[in-house]
Nanobody
Framework: QVQLVESGGGLVQAGGSLGLSCAASGRSFSSYAMGWFRQAPGKERELVAAITRRGDTTYYADSVKGRFTISRDNGRNTVYLQMNSLKPEDTAAYYC?????????????????WGQGTQVTVSS
């Protein structure tokens, strides 16, 4: 069992930055690939960024490539999402998710555990 708690969301102006954290409790955080998803009102949940369990490979959606950075610290049981050059279209609820495997997936149904989400609002 893994519990995930996100933090760091908030309101920011376009062009600004926010850093999200996802702290995991439970067993074997380093056994899980991690993903950050987001869901805006009326839209499907989408994978924004993901990282393998050792942190050696990452994925970014085209819409955030070059602006967002995912990282993890297995010693601290935490995964991070640094978001720079934020745009109004980045406004969404952001969720971290854990997949019990080496590699991540773009499909949300393949993730085993989810956090409660944190809201990110970017004003124009």
């Amino acid at each position: 069992q893994v519990q995930l708690v996100e933090s760091g969301g908030g309101l920011v102006q376009a062009g600004g930055s926010l850093g999200l954290s996802c702290a995991a409790s439970g067993r074997s955080f380093s056994s899980y690939a991690m993903g950050w998803f987001r869901q805006a009102p009326g839209k499907e949940r989408e994978l924004v960024a993901a990282i393998t369990r050792r942190g050696d490979t990452t994925y970014y959606a085209d819409s955030v490539k070059g602006r967002f950075t995912i990282s993890r610290d297995n010693g601290r049981n935490t995964v991070y999402l640094q978001m720079n050059s934020l745009k109004p279209e980045d406004t969404a609820a952001y969720y971290c998710a854990a997949k019990n495997s080496y590699y991540y997936s773009a499909s949300d149904i393949e993730y085993d555990y989810w956090g409660q989400g944190t809201q990110v609002t970017v004003s124009s």
